[in-house]
């Protein structure tokens, strides 16, 4: 299929009736997404000016900026201002992932993901980061992850500024694909002995919902991940992941992570 007749077809969907609830502004932002995914645009295409966007859908140019703010948001969409938006180069493969591992169909490994870094700050606020981290420095660090293009999850991670310095000194785009584990053992010297996961369903907050394309205050799995140099050492980072329905089984392995260099 041609992309005039890709790009028909995606987003004459937009036009019919939808009983769904989903926002119409996220229904516009998914059928960007599925149309970038599909080829209708390419990585450093120029995407339609926001009053091309609105003649294209039946939405208005206000739900087409939200739509596209929401993009930007997640890293699908670089904005150059003056210039228009554009689709972003293709997201880094995370290489050998801990806690995001996802079976494939046959059961014999994993699926590929993806991870974007979409903002950094320290933290002012109080939070269940404090029962973990022995420091007044802490700073989060937010990540959205794709899995294998089918979903996306939402992750915040927490951990001493100074303690984890090559990532709060990074280019924020540097981390893109990043793995965290490699960064904190190779650069930083910490072998990670112990990881602690707990699981629940819990409600989505309205910020996460948004960069990963799910309903507001729906139930999704929360798991939590405390990394420790050590049994009875304070935590080197806390984590949390907002993972939507799916049918993929989420591996959790028993086995405690190696340092590098020691053979299995």
Known sequence: MDTDALRSEIFGQLALPDASGVPKYRRLSNALTEAIRRGVWQPGDRLPAEEQLTG???F??????RALRALTDQGLVI?????????AD?????????HCRFLND?????VPIYSKAVRRTMVQETGPWLRWLRSTRVMQLDRIINVNEEFRIFSRFFADRELLSPLWHA?????DGANFKDIIMRQVGLPITDIDRSIKLRRIDRQAAE???????????????????????????????????????????????RPPGRAP
Do not use: C
């Open 171 to 175: 280019p924020l785009e540097g981390l």
């Open 79 to 87: 904005r150059q201002q003056g210039h228009g938006n554009f689709v």
């Open 60 to 65: 208005s140019l206000g739900t087409v900026q």
């Open 211 to 257: 960069l990963i394309g799910v309903a507001p205050h729906s139930l999704v799995l929360f798991m939590q991940a405390v990394a420790r140099a050590g049994r009875d050492a304070a935590a080197i980072y806390y984590q949390e992941f907002y993972i939507p329905q799916t049918e993929r089984a989420l591996l959790l392995p028993e086995e405690k992570p």
């Open 56 to 58: 294209m859908t039946p």
């Open 90 to 98: 293709p997201r880094r493969q995370l290489a050998d992932p801990w």
């Open 106 to 110: 046959s059961a014999d490994d994993i």
